[in-house]
Each structure stands twice: as structure tokens, then as C-alpha cells.
């Protein structure tokens, strides 16, 4: 069975950083594409970033420029280095792993004061 588990968020003020973690376990194939998303209460799940198996990585407009994945493939694990937070990226963060089909995390609050 498959399991994925977040780590790394918390309360941190405007402007300052914070880095999520997501590792997986129960596999011993391949993972392929990593994928970070984030719910905010009453929108849509949003894609924020996603990283293939070879390291070719795709942003959402909104953290573009602010956020950075990054995997490494020996740990199963995909990174998420969030700077410049804003309030507005108070959320729900989860990351998938596709293997076979895509696996969810728990999802990591993070919450961003002005």
C-alpha cells in the first residue's frame, strides 16, 4: 500500500518561508510525476507545481517565481521551498505521486499571517 506523508508546514509571518516535504512509501517502483496542490476554503484545489521523474518541473502562475520543487528520487521524496508567503497562500497543501495511478498525502496546513 501505498502511503504518502507531508511534513514542513505551520504559521510563519508575510514574507517569510517555509519548506514542505512529502515522501513516499510502500513502493518499490518508480514514482512518476510529483505534484503539489493547495486548497483554500471555499475555491477550488489548486495545481501549484508539478516535477517529472526526470526533473522537468511546471508552475502555476501564482507562485511562480516564489515557489520551487525540487525531488530526490533515492528518498521517494519531493520538496516544496515556498518564499515570499503571503496571506494568500494560507491553505491546505498536498502533494500526489503518480504510480499507476495518482496518491494523495494527508495534507500540511500552512497558514500565513499579515
Known amino acids: 500500500q501505498v502511503q504518502l506523508v507531508e511534513s514542513g508546514g505551520g504559521p510563519v509571518q508575510a514574507g517569510g518561508s517555509l519548506r514542505l516535504s512529502c515522501t513516499a512509501s510502500?513502493?518499490?517502483?518508480?514514482?512518476?510525476?510529483m505534484c503539489w496542490y493547495r486548497q483554500i476554503p471555499g475555491k477550488q484545489r489548486e495545481l501549484l507545481a508539478s516535477i517529472s521523474s526526470g526533473g522537468s518541473t511546471n508552475y502555476a502562475d501564482s507562485v511562480k517565481g516564489r515557489f520551487t520543487i525540487s525531488r530526490d528520487n533515492d528518498k521517494n521524496t519531493t520538496y516544496l521551498q515556498m518564499n515570499r508567503l503571503e496571506p494568500e497562500d494560507t491553505g491546505v497543501y498536498y502533494c500526489?505521486?503518480?504510480?499507476?495511478?495518482?496518491?494523495w498525502g494527508q495534507g500540511t496546513q500552512v497558514t500565513v499571517s499579515s
Open positions: 510502500g513502493s518499490a517502483v518508480r514514482i512518476g510525476v
Open positions: 500526489t505521486a503518480f504510480i499507476g495511478r495518482h496518491y
